[in-house]
């Protein structure tokens, strides 16, 4: 019996993402994942695992309002960014008639949640400059209840001008909700545009504890936005998504110390950033170094394609972006330890 068969459509024609650990490749460094280099250290307090978790657990919510300068109401907690992806999509579209929208270059997942969906995916390239291209939104607007905008950018690392993110809520009002994924926003925290929740009931925004908080095992994510659309995620939500230990440690993580000490991470990283940007700008292969705003570096080398092989072959597994739009020869590397990335920089001195 052929079981493909039975597999839906869409499903049958859907291609996975291509996660970090799903790539392969014998690597000691690894730099394709955005993740923080080092682990932090919990132990777990919460022992009671015969009950069922809080469905939202409290402490959590009320620690990242507090960090994010919200109201409790104004948050949900998930298994990471990524469920939230596709809550929002699972509460607001239509299979079969709803689109969505995103700006590629951008993350992957977007597209990966709505296929899985049968949600309908419109594409409006960025400009060459990875800036949002508002006519070219506004023209392919029709049917789309959500638009994802990543910003700081993955894979970019760019930051999305804020003008354009109000002519986008402005494009959007009575019409779609503007989803801005600010999975690295604390690497260039005073771009958040959590303070605009006040203006704009449909705007979004995602958050994560996976990249500046360096959890990305953990699998906690947030959203955060104005009640009506808290209240309809709540619906679509999994009953208990937060493992108890989960909670446990993103508590430990969201406390007064936590938050310092990710943000001493947050300062480590981005002086590493600028060393190692250094570094890499001086390299005859390297074309250019883009300016990031983020925890990594997208690099255009010459011949591209030879760079990311020669390194995987020595066991340094970056993140290959030369088949994404507007990405030839671009390689996006993590920034890692100073070890780390001094092996990059090593290897990388080995090709003519
Ligand atoms: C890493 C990442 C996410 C996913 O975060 P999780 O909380 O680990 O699911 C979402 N959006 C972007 C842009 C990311 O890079």
Redesign the pocket.
């Known amino acids: 019996m052929d079981i493909n068969q039975l597999v839906r459509k869409n499903v049958q024609k859907l291609t996975p993402y291509q996660s970090a650990r799903r790539i392969g490749g014998n690597g000691d460094v690894w730099l394709n994942a ?1 993740e923080y280099p080092v682990a932090p250290q919990f132990e777990l307090t919460e022992q009671t695992l015969n009950r069922y978790p809080e469905p939202q657990p409290e402490q959590v919510i009320n620690s990242y309002a507090h960090y994010a300068g919200v109201k409790p109401e104004q948050l949900i907690v998930s ?5 939230a ?1 596709e809550l929002l999509m699972r509460a607001f579209c239509e299979p079969q008639q709803d689109s969505i929208l995103y700006c590629p270059p ?2 992957g ?1 977007y597209q990966v949640s709505a296929e899985t969906l049968g949600i309908d995916v419109k594409t409006v390239p960025t400009k060459s400059d990875w800036q949002l291209d508002l006519t070219g939104i506004k023209q392919n607007i029709d049917n789309v209840k959500l638009i994802y905008v ?1 910003s700081p950018n ?1 894979p970019t690392g760019n930051l999305i001008n804020p003008e354009d993110i109000k002519a986008l809520l402005d494009i959007a009002k009575n019409r779609a909700l503007v989803v801005i ?1 600010e ?2 926003i604390e690497f260039s925290p005073e771009s958040s545009v959590v303070s605009w929740l006040a203006n704009y009931p449909h705007l979004v925004i ?1 958050r ?4 500046a908080f360096a959890l ?1 095992g953990l ?3 947030f959203t955060i936005a104005n009640k009506p659309v808290i209240d309809a995620l709540q619906k679509v939500i999994a009953p208990y998504p937060l493992a108890t230990p989960v909670a446990d440690i993103a508590t430990q993580a969201l406390s007064k110390t936590g938050i310092e000490k990710m943000q001493q991470q947050v300062q480590q990283l981005n002086r590493q950033k600028e060393i190692f940007a250094s570094y890499l700008s001086a390299l005859p292969i390297v074309e250019k170094v883009y300016p990031s705003s983020s925890n990594y570096l997208c690099v255009k080398f010459q011949a591209g394609k030879d760079v990311f092989k020669t390194l995987w072959n020595k066991g340094i597994i970056l993140r290959d972006q030369s088949k994404s739009i507007g990405q030839d020869s671009i390689i996006r590397i993590s920034v890692g330890t100073a070890a780390e990335c001094e092996a990059v920089i090593l290897a990388l001195k080995t090709i003519i």
């Open positions: 955005n298994r990471g960014a990524d469920e992806i951008t993350y997942m990543c993955n994924d999975a690295y995602l994560t504890l996976s990249k990305a699998r906690c994510g």
